[in-house]
């Protein structure tokens, strides 16, 4: 699952065992993830449609959400570049800006735009990664909630997004034949002239031209095809794609 961190490329919800941050907060995250594995349907809705391929490697690694945010963590104490995708969505907007983070995990890029200046909502389907990101990034809004069926407005939040970034290969985590619903529910809560960003890499079980018809399914339209985070142009042969698109 593991993807290594370069410049202008961005990183995902993968990756293989780093150096121990605090065996405390480790062993509290892990708790958690164990007791969201053990709740009945009744006492978790989210669990009542499809898993993602996100929660289904939690459901067999309980501990896997507690790693992904120490793995950050350490990260970005030890100093590594992991705002290559907040830099990009920046520029893209006036500071002031309204952002969603669709799949925001523990916040690293709702967190880093709020820190920027913008008004930011992440939104996730893992709880741990919700609890990380809220204790990490508290100038945000933090949600738990599927993309493929969020309404926000059912959490209170009426306004819309400037832009919605999908970042860290969350494309390729959610469930076989969802796509195009997430897209769709990221393009309802754009506003005018708002535009959805996504980036993930090929040989995740996800194409780009797979991408391109599910955007077009959910009433989307490329304004800009970019092979990494730093602007260099996409090609037939691009390992990665970052999608810049607007409602048609």
Same mark, same amino acid.
């Given at each position: ?5 370069? @410049? ?8 293989? @065992? ?11 995250? $892990? $708790? ?25 490697? =939690? &459901? ?11 793995? #950050?963590?350490?990260?970005? &104490?030890?100093?590594?570049? +992991? ?18 983070? &669709? ?19 992440? =939104? %996730? ?19 738990? %909630? %599927? ?17 919605? =970034?999908?970042?860290?290969? =969350? ?43 599910? &955007? ?23 390992? #990665?794609?970052? $999608?810049? +698109?607007?409602?048609?």
């Amino acid at each position: 699952m593991g993807r290594s961190l370069r @410049p202008g490329r961005g990183s995902g919800k993968a990756g293989g @065992p780093v150096s121990q941050r605090s065996g405390a907060a480790r062993a509290t995250l $892990a $708790a958690d993830a164990r007791r969201r594995a053990a709740r009945t349907d009744e006492e978790d809705p989210v669990s009542q449609r499809t898993p993602s391929r996100w929660e289904q490697i =939690v &459901a067999a690694n309980p501990d896997h959400s507690a790693w992904y945010v120490e793995r #950050f963590r350490a990260m970005a &104490a030890r100093g590594d570049d +992991l705002h290559g995708e907040s830099r990009l969505v920046d520029a893209m907007v006036p500071r002031g800006s309204r952002i969603l983070d &669709a799949g925001s995990g523990p916040g690293r890029v709702g967190g880093e735009l709020a820190r920027r200046g913008h008004t930011v909502v992440g =939104v %996730d389907v893992d709880p741990v990664l919700i609890e990380a990101a809220r204790a990490d990034h508290p100038d945000a809004t933090w949600v738990v %909630d %599927d993309i493929c069926e969020m309404d926000l407005t059912a959490h209170g939040i009426d306004e819309g997004f400037d832009v919605v =970034v999908s970042a860290g290969n =969350v494309m390729t985590f959610l469930a076989e034949g969802t796509h195009a619903a997430a897209l769709e529910r990221m393009r309802a809560h754009l506003r005018p002239r708002g535009r959805v960003v996504v980036g993930f890499g090929a040989g995740r079980g996800y194409e780009v031209r797979e991408l391109l018809g599910d &955007a077009r399914t959910a009433g989307l339209v490329p304004d800009l095809m970019l092979a990494t985070w730093d602007l260099r142009p996409y090609e037939s042969d691009s390992d #990665f794609v970052v $999608a810049v +698109l607007r409602a048609d």
